[in-house]
């Protein structure tokens, strides 16, 4: 959700050298147009790994930087610039660092700018005087797809279908695994496709248990959880024709790949942090207490139940069905 904001940064500055201070994980996410350099985040967070930190400002000094823009919202992402000697050090003011920062920016009140968080971290550079306006930024892509799909294609032979039934933030926002199953099975006869099933090494056990029901309807499908680092997984989303995920990191990616997604919601604020474009679509049934933004459901899980698994892979056929014209 922060790539628009990315862009707008590599468009203000095209001759600059912008390096993304990032932990080694989510590097395989930002393309080459966007950035010149990861710099790696190793140090553990909070006040755990003081040296770490120490010795990671010792290198950002070293490396003479004129500016940095703080996307990030932590009282540490403005203590480690401003230890780094960064001269201009932009960023929301919040967490008790505004005497860190160069540039304190004033955190937008609700209703100030459109409800999408993409717009949150655009609304921060035209604060700061970088950008004129907010641009319209009506859906998020990451740049370099024509590259990604040629590197997926050598990962992933044939049609796939892309489930992902896991969400970090917690239990609450996710689908139940015998419809991603049911949805799965029924998009890929549809489309006489494979179904990958993506996750962490955590969710290992959830995808398999996907996986052998999937197999069981007599389909070909394979768990991919916590097999690809996030470059490769994201180099195989490109080229799935269809994407069912949870609200989650993958459906951010498959979306914003322009891979036909679908996105079950319950807990949490389609809204503000949903897929954008229009082959993106979210699916969710208004019930009493959602969003409710808890991590754990504390009853019944009835904002989940209420999504039928017929209705979600309907709405993936549309959506290919689409991309199609």
Known sequence: MAVPALEQIRARFPQAHIAMLARPWVSGLYDKSLIDEIVPYTAAKGWRDLRGKWELAGRLRQMRFDAAILQQNAFEAAALVWLAGIPVRIGYNREGRGLLLSDPIRVPKPGEIPNHQRFYYLEMLRRAGLID????????RLPGIPYLQKAGARR?????????PGAAYGTAKRWLPDRFAAAG??????????????GSPDERELCEGIAVAVREAGLAAVNFAGQTDLGQFVEMASVCRAFVTNDSGAMHIASALGVPTVSVFGATDHVATGPTGPLAKVIREDVECSPCLLRECPIDHRCMKAVAASRVAGEVLELVRIARQ
């Open 185 to 198: 099975v029924e998009v890929a006869r549809a489309l006489s496709a494979q179904v990958a099933v993506f």
């Open 133 to 140: 306006q907010l641009p319209e930024s009506p859906m998020i």
């Open 156 to 164: 992933l032979e044939g049609t796939w279908v892309g489930l992902s």
